[in-house]
């Protein structure tokens, strides 16, 4: 294991509430099916794991066309623009940028032929940590890379390096080359692939159609399709599914460094994560938080939406009753217009507002699931107090985040989480709240009921399972390039479809 000294160029909106998310995948192969309705039914279920870019990747067994745009999955497609993707084979992706800018470039499902006239389409979930040196071979390659700035685009680009190889071929090539945490999705004309890189860092699961199969980032995916779930794609496993059936290569050995924080926030709490239901994880974390940090109080409250089954463990587990503290406008996804600092206040109050019956003279306890920066619960202890509340006890479901991810997770810079430099007291008396807890990192293991050594708990410990390279050699700006793009460079349509 290596310590990263966190130092990752990427910053965080002040107004966002916690971590960036990771990506979403979806694939279907189906004969007779609207595919291509299937994936966005399945990406509207992965919704939360990425919301700057979409698209879908269709091919009717001659031509593979791609269709995406940047905005919500919802925003990007509809039945016009989903309407001429006619085929039996389709793949997708919901996108929050870990490497590369969220530009229309940027966005998947990549695309790419071989000079053998084979297009491969591929949409990943993850962060390579050996990306200057993919990027280093495909210059080798004399591969032009145009304006792409991705991780994803290097993948695709050494697939499709050499005209002779099958897909197959260059995928079992190319697979044990990549370094980090990937779950892939990509095709041909005619068969649908699916790879999990051998720690099985984020989720990736197989499951059966009427006729056919489906792959996607979480369970829920797959139940939002009415697919049933055969199996997670092991770490270090390919599987490819055409008209032969489903087949399967190992390209490395496993092992297994499932993302400890795909408990506490980033899936969904009707997905299922190595057998173990995440809403019941959630639940017995805030039984276990009750345990280890309880307080007098007279009503405990949820953040929405991860912090509330948390929070119902909590009153389950302390006695104390619980019930709605906020409203939540659910219409309100990731926004592009920016307030500025004196509407910082807006920008929280537009999300999340407090019950003032529910709190108006009461002891609260208020479970949320992380502290990144500490802004948003600082505004939120300032709203409950304007509301009446008489004390404010923060409890979160997550130990203190003090490393940044370098593994398919937007954090901060060390120096901007504010547990990186502050202590449990420190960072009480910067948010307002009267007492602040945390559930410890062995707790939160035991309600995953997965051995710790099963899983990844860099951005608590600072201990990466996945060896880092020079801190000069990743981050999410690292294919950028040195000096700004002027407005003429990024006149692309975003309204652009694809076909190859």
Same mark, same amino acid.
């Given at each position: ?13 002040? $107004?966002?509430?916690?971590?960036? $998310? ?146 197959? $071929? +260059? ?7 990549? @370094?980090? +945490? ?48 055969? @199996? ?34 980033? +899936? ?7 057998? @173990? ?66 509407? @910082? ?77 502050? $202590? ?23 309600a995953t009921e997965q051995p710790a050594s099963r899983l990844c708990s860099a951005c608590f410990t ?39």
């Amino acid at each position: 294991m290596t310590r990263g000294d966190g130092r990752l160029t990427t910053e965080l909106d002040p $107004d966002q509430p916690g971590p960036r $998310d990771a990506c979403g995948v979806v694939g279907v192969w189906a004969p007779g099916e609207e595919v291509s309705k299937l994936t966005y039914f399945g990406l509207y279920a992965l919704q939360h794991r990425g919301q700057e870019a979409a698209g879908i990747a269709v091919s009717d067994g001659s031509r593979t066309v791609v269709y995406k745009d940047l905005g919500l999955v919802a925003q990007v497609f509809d039945e016009s623009t989903l309407a001429p993707l006619q085929g039996h084979l389709a793949i997708g992706h919901a996108r929050y940028s870990t490497t590369g800018a969220p530009t229309w470039e940027n966005a998947q499902p990549t695309i790419r032929s071989t000079s053998a006239g084979t297009a491969i389409a591929l949409a990943h979930n993850g962060n390579l940590v050996n990306t200057a040196e993919l990027l280093k071979e495909v210059g080798n390659l004399g591969i032009d890379m145009g304006t792409t700035t991705s991780d994803t685009h290097l993948i695709t680009a050494l697939l499709t390096a050499r005209p002779d190889e099958s897909v197959a $071929d +260059a995928a079992e090539r190319v697979l044990p080359q990549l @370094r980090g +945490a990937f779950c892939l999705v990509f095709m041909d004309e005619n068969t649908l692939y699916a790879a999990r890189d051998p720690h099985g860092v984020h989720p990736l699961v197989l499951g059966r159609l009427a006729t056919g199969w489906a792959v996607a980032s979480e369970t829920a995916g797959l139940d939002t399709i009415g697919a049933t779930f055969v @199996r997670e794609v092991e770490p270090g496993e390919m599987i490819a599914v055409d008209e032969y059936g489903l087949r399967s290569v190992r390209f490395a050995a496993p092992e297994p460094k499932g993302c400890l924080f795909e408990y506490v926030y980033l +899936a969904r709490p009707d997905t299922k994560l190595a057998g @173990r239901g995440v809403y019941a994880t959630r639940v017995e974390v805030g039984r276990t938080l009750a345990r280890e940090e309880p307080v007098d109080a007279d009503l405990v409250i949820g953040v929405p939406e991860s912090g509330i089954p948390a929070a119902i463990g909590y009153a389950e587990e302390s006695g104390i009753p619980y019930g709605l503290g906020f409203t939540k406008n659910s219409y309100v996804g990731r926004t592009f217009i920016q307030p500025s600092q004196s509407l @910082r206040q807006l920008g929280i109050r537009l999300k999340l507002n407090p019950l003032v019956d529910q709190i108006k003279g009461k002891r609260l306890v208020v479970v949320d699931d992380t502290i990144v920066r500490g802004n948003t619960q600082k505004a939120l202890v300032r709203m409950l107090r304007e509301a009446g509340a008489v004390e404010v006890h923060i409890r979160i479901s997550a130990p203190p985040v003090k490393w940044p991810c370098f593994y398919g997770i937007d954090f901060a810079t060390r120096a901007e989480l504010i547990a990186g430099s502050l $202590d449990v007291d420190g960072i009480r008396s910067q948010i307002g709240a009267d007492s602040l807890g945390y559930v410890s990192l062995d707790g939160l293991v035991r309600a995953t009921e997965q051995p710790a050594s099963r899983l990844c708990s860099a951005c608590f410990t600072g201990e990466y399972p996945i060896e880092l390279p020079a801190a000069e050699l990743i981050g999410k700006h690292l294919l950028e390039p040195p000096a700004p793009r002027t407005a003429d460079s990024a006149s692309t349509s975003v309204r652009e479809g694809t076909t190859a």
